[in-house]
């Protein structure tokens, strides 16, 4: 008998990968937004952020109506992982270019607008998804997720203040990247067949 009360029917696998991505979206979200506000002064004008949030906001309009086209497939599960991955690359591009070409600092501000908000926007929907495909009481299951995202991002704010390496722009950049990586990682594993989850590999 399933005593599982977030899964009334099927198995519950897939939903600590689901919450692991979502932790690491979460982690992601609270440094990159601390890493590009760290910007401002060092590397960036004071001047430049009416300029620069403008453009992240235009960015952020045009990424999320190109990826809610995307999401209307049934593959939509591939098409996250496609987007974390991209990301991910993104942002090793950023630090293998930020010291040969000073604007990418500018573009990495206007690309962090939209990037993360996107990505944990993705995650909530296959979180969704989860729910339908596995019966889930979601009356249960939302409010518990978003406990366990507001704990990650607390965490994370936390342990920012106790990372050394965030002071470098370059492994910044890369420990981003491998958050992403993280997220489309945990997406790749599950299966419908084993995780009660829609993902076509």
Not at 36 to 60: C, E, K, M, Q
Not at 87 to 95: H, Q, R, Y
Not at 144 to 158: K, R
Not at 185 to 200: K, T
Request: proline fraction near 2%.
């Amino acid at each position: 008998m399933n005593t599982n009360p977030w899964v009334r029917t099927g198995s519950a696998r897939g939903l600590p990968l689901l919450l692991l991505a979502y932790a690491s979206l979460m982690m992601h979200f609270i440094f990159s937004r601390a890493f590009r506000d760290s910007l401002l002064g060092s590397h960036l004008n004071i001047r430049s952020l009416p300029y620069l949030t403008l453009w992240g906001t235009v960015f952020a309009t045009i990424v999320s109506l190109a990826v809610s086209g995307l999401l209307r497939s049934k593959q939509r599960a591939l098409t996250v992982r496609r987007v974390y991955l991209v990301n991910a690359l993104i942002e090793v591009l950023f630090s293998l270019g930020c010291k040969r070409v000073p604007w990418l600092y500018s573009l990495y501000y206007i690309e962090v607008s939209a990037s993360t908000a996107i990505g944990l926007s993705m995650i909530w929907i296959l979180i969704g998804d989860w729910a339908s495909s596995c019966n889930a009481d979601r009356n249960e299951l939302i409010p518990n997720v978003m406990v366990y995202g507001t704990a990650s991002g607390i965490l994370a704010g936390v342990g920012l203040t106790r990372l050394r390496i965030a002071t470098s722009f370059v492994d910044a950049t890369l420990m981003l990247a491998a958050m992403n990586v993280v997220s489309a990682l945990g997406n790749l594993i599950i299966r419908r067949q084993r995780a009660c989850f829609y993902c076509s590999a």
